[in-house]
């Protein structure tokens, strides 16, 4: 309830007793955010060419996954994905990303058990490029990542803030 709220939406249900119920979630929908969304995926004429970076999505909703996917490379960029924690952990090991973008709630490894993990194995350089997103910003994990100045940009984004948030991300940990 408190995520839908947060993003302006609102919840209901409707119970019959014996039968089940049905829950209805209605969030706002922006024609001004896919304006935007069109507008980020294809860079302007006069717009300079942004450095390719690789780039690493952990998350475990397919949905969002591909959704980047698509985008980033659209952009330019090299994208590769986990389902979870772990398999991040073992793409970090065998390969260099310019930003990790994971997701914090997760089931198997989560990301800020991802992010404890980078801290025991000493992967100074992998936690500079680590960006959370959630869609709880209110969260103790949230407050943990924010300690250890990871930044935490809040979903739901527009893929042109997402994009900005990575780009920005690359260029301050030294991508």
């Excluded at 249900?13 to 001004?32: C, H, K, Q, T, Y």
């Excluded at 924690?85 to 914090?104: K, N, P, T, Y």
Aim: proline share 4%.
């Amino acid at each position: 309830h408190s995520i839908i709220s947060e993003h302006g939406g609102r919840i209901s249900v409707n119970s019959i007793e014996g039968r089940g119920s049905a829950f209805s979630v209605l969030l706002p929908f922006s024609r001004d955010e896919l304006d935007e969304d069109a507008a980020a995926s294809q860079p302007a004429a006069n717009t300079p060419t942004v450095q390719p970076l690789r780039v690493l999505i952990v998350d475990d909703e397919a949905a969002i996954r591909l959704a980047l996917v698509r985008h980033l490379r659209r952009r330019g960029h090299t994208v590769e994905t986990a389902e979870d924690g772990a398999a991040a952990l073992e793409q970090i090991a065998s390969s260099g990303f310019d930003v990790i973008l994971s997701d914090i709630r997760m089931p198997g490894m989560s990301g800020d058990r991802l992010l404890r993990e980078l801290r025991e194995r000493g992967s100074e350089d992998a936690i500079r490029r680590l960006l959370f997103m959630t869609g709880d910003p209110a969260s103790e994990a949230v407050q943990q990542g924010v300690e250890h100045a990871i930044p935490v940009l809040s979903k739901s984004f527009t893929l042109r803030e997402i994009t900005e948030k990575i780009e920005e991300h690359a260029a301050s940990s030294g991508s």
